[in-house]
């Protein structure tokens, strides 16, 4: 399946669609499954989308949806850089949330990669129903970062020093691409490089673009200048 591409205004108006569509996708699942669990990364862009969903689709009931963060930085929870911690303070504490799930960063990070794969197998998900993914213009996703390889690995997730030595809590790319759809936010003038390597179907190239073509693809981009 090629990558589908949704292309709008500017960023703002990016967010809108992907709330928009994002409610719809949960309502739709509801009506055949009494869970749906969501992938959701870290960044600026899903906090303009948790402001989205929290003013403009006040009344939709968040109990049968599990959010699980797909990376974080090993960094405390009350941290304003903590993936978790911002999308508890912006979002999860709002709602009624079946669950949220993520790295817990006050254990050892070896254990903290251990436990947090282990959450996930003991949920029995057979299968992701969604994961909302952001890129940079390297072309990474979550923690997943071109040539660079993870020093310890536990299940579905993995632990990793970044090119300035921070150290990160990922799921893997294999886990991702379990997805049934994926959705890729790609907003602003410095993400159009990456896109167009997406629209010139250059997969596995790197990180953003080695996403699992036999699934449900979409990329949100803008036309920011």
């Known amino acids: 399946m090629r ?3 949704l292309s709008s205004k500017n960023k703002d108006a990016g ?3 992907i709330a928009s569509l994002l409610i719809d996708f949960l309502q739709e699942k509801l009506k055949k499954s ?4 969501v992938l959701m990364s870290g960044g600026n862009t899903p906090l303009a989308l948790y402001k989205e969903l929290l003013t403009n689709y006040s009344d939709f009931s968040w109990d049968k949806c599990r959010f699980i963060m797909l990376d974080e930085r090993y960094i405390p929870f ?3 850089q903590s993936n978790a911690g911002q999308c508890y303070r912006h979002f999860a504490q709002h709602v009624n949330l079946l669950g949220f799930l993520y790295p817990n960063t006050t254990l050892g990070i070896e254990k903290s990669v251990t436990d947090f794969a282990q959450s996930i197998q003991l ?4 299968e992701i129903d969604i994961a909302i993914l952001g890129t940079a213009a390297d072309g990474h996703i979550a923690s997943i970062f071109p040539g660079n ?5 536990s299940g579905c997730s993995f632990a990793c ?3 300035n030595n921070e150290k990160r809590i990922s799921l893997s790319l294999d886990f991702i691409n379990q997805s049934a759809s994926i959705w890729m936010m790609a907003f602003g003038a410095e993400k159009q490089n990456i896109t167009k390597r997406a629209k010139n179907n250059e997969w596995g ?5 080695s996403l699992n073509v036999d699934k449900n693809i979409h990329w949100f981009t803008s036309d920011d200048k």
């Open 3 to 5: 990558y589908q591409f």
């Open 15 to 17: 967010v809108k669609l």
């Open 34 to 37: 009494n869970v749906v669990n």
């Open 78 to 80: 009350e941290s304003t």
């Open 123 to 126: 949920l029995g998900i057979s």
């Open 149 to 153: 390889q993870p020093f310890f690995i």
């Open 161 to 163: 020093n970044t090119s």
């Open 205 to 209: 190239t790197l990180p953003a673009l």
